[in-house]
């Protein structure tokens, strides 16, 4: 699963409104300024991909979708 961090992203907003984003290793900066952080989740587990619905400018790309890295 990437949390995709596009430039404006407030991490506070997001913290606010999920909790705590664990700490990743797994990061990428993108071409305009943003990020990608990438996290393991079980098989099992379904993420939804969603653009803007945690916060503004934070887009969630798991099952069905895609990031470049």
Not at 50 to 56: D, H, T, V
Request: hydrophobic share 35%.
């Amino acid at each position: 699963m990437v949390l995709d961090l596009d430039p404006g992203h407030s991490m506070e907003e997001l913290e606010k409104n999920v909790g705590p984003i664990p700490e990743t290793r797994l990061r990428a900066t993108t071409p305009r300024g943003g990020k990608h952080l990438f996290f393991r989740i079980d098989r099992e587990e379904i993420v939804a991909p969603s653009s803007s619905k945690l916060a503004s400018n934070v887009d969630v790309r798991s099952n069905h979708s895609y990031v470049l890295l």
